[in-house]
């Protein structure tokens, strides 16, 4: 597993996580695409403005709760996966879990495609 693999997935995590607008524009610069897509069970959006619109809404819906990755990344050729936990800090329980999948585009992130896991898991 490359390093440079699993710091893009981090930095992916941070860009969920920074309140800053600019330092959080930087992130997605650094990690996405220019053609970027990003999917999950609830959105669909292109393009890293569309992106940027998608992280402000989620955080202000739940102000409290923070991304972290959870387990390992996992890689080969141009896709990763690895899962992640969503919970406001300290709680002894997430929000929700999920298991997301990129395809990468060089150094950054072409697609994601996020899935939540249900509540029971």
Same mark, same amino acid.
């Given at each position: 597993? %490359?390093?440079?693999?699993? *710091?893009? =997935?981090? *930095? @992916?995590?941070? =860009?969920? *996580? ?12 650094? $990690?996405? %695409?220019?053609?970027? =897509? @990003?999917?999950?069970?609830?959105? %669909? ?9 998608? $992280? ?16 390992? $990344? *996992? ?47």
């Amino acid at each position: 597993m %490359s390093e440079q693999v699993t *710091n893009l =997935v981090r *930095n @992916y995590i941070a =860009v969920w *996580n920074e309140r800053d607008a600019g330092k959080r524009r930087l992130l997605i610069d650094r $990690v996405f %695409s220019d053609a970027c =897509v @990003y999917i999950d069970p609830n959105d %669909s959006v292109a393009g890293k403005d569309a992106i940027e619109r998608l $992280v402000q809404a989620l955080q202000a819906r739940l102000p409290d709760l923070r991304f972290t990755l959870a387990g390992h $990344v *996992n890689a080969h050729h141009d896709q990763v996966l690895f899962g992640w936990t969503l919970a406001a800090p300290g709680a002894a329980t997430p929000a929700a879990t999920g298991v997301d999948m990129a395809v990468l585009d060089g150094d950054r992130i072409r697609q994601l495609h996020g899935f939540v896991n249900p509540r029971d898991q």
